[in-house]
Every structure is written in structure tokens, then in C-alpha cells.
């Protein structure tokens, strides 16, 4: 979802190519770090979000 919308603000001329270079290697970078975390947490007993506990 995220880099659809980079590529929208790229090609709309909103955001720089250097822009879109370095936000689309955060994105790709933090999404599976995201996801390991959450994973680690969940198998701790730790749960995000509207049901979670934080």
C-alpha cells in the first residue's frame, strides 16, 4: 500500500525521485521488522491493537 502511493506521489510530481528513493527503502526496511516484532510479542503474551493490552 505504502509504495502504491509513493509511486502516485512520484508520478504526480509531489515528492522527488530521492524522496521516494529513501521513503521506499524505510518501507521496505521497517515492514518486516514490524512484523518479526509483533510476531515475538504475540508469542510473549503481548497483543497490539484494539483487543491488546497496550
Same mark, same amino acid.
Given at each position: 500500500m505504502e509504495l502504491v502511493l509513493l509511486n502516485i506521489g512520484?508520478? =504526480?510530481?509531489?515528492?522527488? =525521485?530521492e524522496l521516494y528513493t529513501i521513503l521506499a527503502l524505510m518501507t521496505v526496511v521497517a515492514t518486516p521488522l514490524q512484523r518479526m516484532f509483533e510476531r515475538n510479542a504475540w508469542k510473549n503474551g503481548i497483543v497490539f491493537g484494539p483487543n491488546g493490552s497496550q
Amino acid at each position: 500500500m505504502e509504495l502504491v502511493l509513493l509511486n502516485i506521489g512520484l508520478s =504526480a510530481g509531489l515528492i522527488t =525521485a530521492e524522496l521516494y528513493t529513501i521513503l521506499a527503502l524505510m518501507t521496505v526496511v521497517a515492514t518486516p521488522l514490524q512484523r518479526m516484532f509483533e510476531r515475538n510479542a504475540w508469542k510473549n503474551g503481548i497483543v497490539f491493537g484494539p483487543n491488546g493490552s497496550q
